[in-house]
């Protein structure tokens, strides 16, 4: 018998970030702009990965705002 076994997995890693005015709406903390990367793995292989920018919560992490 043959087993496969497929491990996927996605990481989401801030680059830089700085403030923005206004807050979350979820938590009422601060808010500030980040660039993003998005890693998508196959076995431990990265294949995919993708730069984005998004306003997050620096509090709960939320992102309230992303630019794709």
Do not use: E, N
Not at 21 to 37: F, L
Request: glycine share 6%; net charge positive.
């Amino acid at each position: 018998m043959v087993c496969f076994c497929f491990l996927v997995d996605q990481t989401r890693k801030v680059q830089r970030s700085k403030p923005v005015a206004g807050s979350c709406s979820r938590c009422g903390r601060g808010a500030s702009v980040a660039d993003m990367k998005t890693k998508t793995r196959f076995c431990h292989v990265p294949f995919y990965w993708k730069s984005w920018r998004a306003i997050i919560c620096t509090f709960c992490g939320a992102i309230l705002k992303s630019y794709r």
